[in-house]
C-alpha cells in the first residue's frame, strides 16, 4: 500500500445520475443493536423479494492500480452470471487519497459499470474499510443488500471497529465476500473476521490473476442473483465458488 499524495484528472466524484456521491464520515450509532435490527427487518426490500442487489466495493489507493483495471474488464461477469439467475442491480463503492470514498447509485448493466469505472484513476492513500461497511449498512436498511464484493490487499485501521460494523451487517443478514490480493498476514486477519462476522467468505487471489478473480466475482454474483441454492449449483462447476460456499454458515 503506497501513501502517494500525488494529483489525479479523475473528478472527485463519480459521474452518475442516479444518485449516490460521497460516502459520509462514520459517525456513532445512536440506537440500541436490537432497535437497529428490527427496524432495518421491516424495511429492507429484499425481504419482499426486490431485485439481487450487490455492493462491489474496492481499494483504489495506488498501489492498487493494475488490480482496478482488472476489475474493469471482469465486472461483466457478474452481470452475465446473474442473467441466468435473475436481475442484478450493482453499487459500486471505491476510496482513494487521503480520504476520499465515493459510491454510485445503482447500476444495471456493465457497460454503464464498465464505463464509470474507467474514468476512475488511482490515488495514493490509506485503506478506508469501515466507511465502506458504514456505506453498506445504510443501504441495507434503505434499499435492501443481498451481498457485498470487497477487493483489496491492506488494512490500515482499528481492526476492533471493523469488527463492530461487520457485526452489525451479520445481523442484517448482508454477507460480505472479502477477496484478497496477495499475502499480508495484517490484512489476512482482518478480512477473515469481517467474513466470519457477517456470514460471509475470504478467499485470496494472486496478483494479476484475471481467472481467479473472475471465478470469486462469479460466485458472489450468483450468490446475490440466486441465494444459497445458486452458489451450490455454480460449486459443481467451479472451484471459486465451492471455496465460497464452504465458509459460509
Known sequence: MTHDRSKSKTPDTLPDKQGGGAVPRPVSASAEIAAFVAKARATSPMAQGARGRLVFALDATLSRQPT?????????????????????????????????????GWISDSVRLAKLMRKIECQGGQTQIGRVLGDVRREAIAAGVRAVVFVGDAM??????????????????????????????????????????????????DPGAAAQLSELLRAAAAYASGGREALLRLSKMTSGAAKLLGQMR
Open 68 to 104: 482496478w483495471d482488472l476489475a474493469c474488464e471482469l465486472q461483466a461477469d457478474m452481470f452475465s452470471e446473474a442473467a441466468a439467475l435473475g436481475n442484478l442491480d450493482i453499487r459500486l463503492v471505491y476510496y482513494r487519497g487521503a480520504s476520499e470514498c465515493r459510491a454510485s
Open 156 to 205: 490500515e485501521e482499528p481492526v476492533d471497529e471493523l469488527c463492530r460494523k461487520a457485526g452489525e451487517l451479520g445481523l442484517l443478514k448482508v454477507p460480505v465476500f472479502m477477496f484478497q490480493e496477495g499475502a499480508d498476514p495484517i490484512a489476512e486477519q482482518a478480512f477473515r473476521e469481517i467474513a466470519r462476522l457477517t456470514g460471509g467468505a475470504w478467499c485470496r487471489f
